[in-house]
């Protein structure tokens, strides 16, 4: 209660009711007591679990996929994203300029090798080929006549030289005659007047003999004529069997056919369109697919393997068009001369055979380049290999069914197998699902799904 001082100042003093508060206080200390006191027996007392180190170490086991390493021969191939590509294409064009008057196969069609594809009008060629077989004839009959000509000229040429040499002999004997009868004169056995006859006889034969040469040379200068006659027609005739045989080649283009084996690809004319022979689009465009070619690279990295293993064998090539198809077997038949410098990468070509046409041109498929073969090879199913800081490693279960981590080196995988250089022996079992729950020497339980097992196993072998 307020009191006043003497000074009349309020002040504030304590009631007579105060020392009835003193139990409360004590009450909350007991109950504080209470409540500390058990709490830091559970701490301290070896009934705690965080204090009891068999607890500690006491874990559930993981439960976890398991395969067995085996021991098997593994192929080494490179696996590369391919390209399919023809064989040759060939876009077919014509020859000769005509209307199409009929088209002779589908889109699409698989054709062989001279199958005809296109017929143009054929009538204007065929003309030409008329006009030229008449002019050849006519030219044979020119050379024919020629030639009888020449046959005359000489025949009377050899009758002019059978001429010559009887009036050669008549000639001789005219002149011995006279000289002859020159001595007798001078003897005067005879007479003057009949040595005078025989002069005159002998000059008139050498007239004549000078008249049958000139005769003989005229003939021969006839002769050179019909020759040079015989030449020209024949000459004149060559030129019209080129003329034909370019006509009857006109008249033979007019029938398109398929220059190569192959698959037709779309029509570009159609019946009664007008073509031209140097048109820049093609009639159609053929691509050869049997064989066929299917175009990869592969990192420079290997390279010198495949170089190497190619130059002992001929390296075989399996073609996938799907996960689940069948290979399709060829062959590496080219190998590119230069790596792309901005890709570090190497072209390749396989040929193959596509017998069943089950590749087409443009079409992108998985292409496997097989190498060598590493034979008794430790296996694993490669979902078991995991890569850490220090490298690749994997889990292996230990008798004791505890997790032993072990960094093994990687040789090959091929086909959902991994093959291990190093690190693992044969018939060590291996954690294929559950690693990431696994630390070095964990409990490990193995999962008793008998599908999931089955699987595995079924995988592993």
Not at 25 to 37: D, G
Not at 127 to 145: F, H, P, S, T, Y
Request: charged share 20%; aromatic share 4%; with cysteine.
């Amino acid at each position: 209660m307020l009191v006043k001082k003497e000074s009349g100042a309020p002040e504030m003093q304590m009631s007579q009711n105060a020392p009835k508060r003193r139990p409360t206080v004590v009450m909350i200390m007991t109950l504080i007591l209470l409540v500390v006191l058990p709490v830091a027996y559970f701490l301290f007392s070896g009934n705690n679990p965080f204090n009891n180190k068999e607890a500690k170490t006491e874990r559930q086991p993981t439960l976890v996929t398991v395969a067995p390493s085996t021991v098997m021969d593994m192929p080494v191939r490179i696996k590369a994203i391919a390209h399919v590509e023809p064989m040759q294409t060939v876009a077919v064009r014509t020859r000769v300029d005509g209307e199409v008057t009929q088209v002779l196969f589908k889109e699409g069609d698989y054709v062989q090798q001279g199958t005809p594809l296109f017929q143009i009008d054929s009538r204007p060629f065929l003309d030409k080929v008329k006009q030229g077989q008449a002019a050849l004839i006519q030219g044979n009959a020119e050379v024919k006549q020629a030639e009888a000509e020449m046959a005359t000229g000489v025949a009377e040429l050899r009758r002019q030289q059978a001429n010559l040499e009887s009036d050669q002999a008549k000639e001789t004997y005219a002149r011995n005659q006279w000289s002859r009868y020159s001595d007798l004169v001078k003897q005067g056995a005879v007479s003057r007047d009949q040595e005078e006859q025989v002069r005159s006889n002998a000059s008139s034969m050498v007239a004549m003999l000078k008249g049958d040469r000139a005769s003989l040379d005229n003939q021969k200068a006839v002769i050179q004529a019909d020759q040079a006659k015989i030449d020209s027609a024949k000459a004149r005739l060559s030129s019209l069997k080129v003329s034909l045989d370019n006509a009857k080649l006109e008249l033979s283009y007019c029938l398109v056919r398929s220059p190569i084996e192959g698959r037709t690809g779309k029509l570009q004319v159609h019946q009664g369109d007008m073509v031209k022979q140097h048109s820049d689009t093609p009639l159609v465009v053929i691509n050869q697919v049997k064989p066929i070619y299917v175009t990869f690279s592969i990192p420079e990295k290997e390279l010198q393997e495949v170089v190497a293993q190619n130059a002992r064998q001929i390296l075989p090539v399996d073609i996938l068009t799907s996960s689940d198809s069948k290979p399709i077997k060829g062959e590496l038949s080219f190998l590119d001369n230069t790596v792309e410098p901005t890709t570090g990468m190497i072209s390749l070509k396989a040929k193959v055979p596509n017998l069943d046409g089950g590749l087409w041109p443009g079409q992108y498929v998985t292409a496997f380049l097989y190498l060598r073969t590493i034979h008794n090879a430790v296996v694993v199913p490669t979902q078991a290999i995991q890569i850490g800081q220090k490298g690749q490693y994997l889990f292996v279960v230990k008798p004791d069914m505890t997790a032993d981590l072990r960094y093994v080196k990687v040789d090959h995988h091929h086909g959902g197998k991994t093959v291990i250089a190093e690190g693992l022996q044969a018939g060590e079992t291996v954690v294929l699902d559950g690693q990431m729950q696994l630390l070095p020497g964990s409990p490990v339980a193995i999962a008793k799904d008998p599908a999931a097992q089955a699987q595995v196993d079924k995988e592993s072998r």
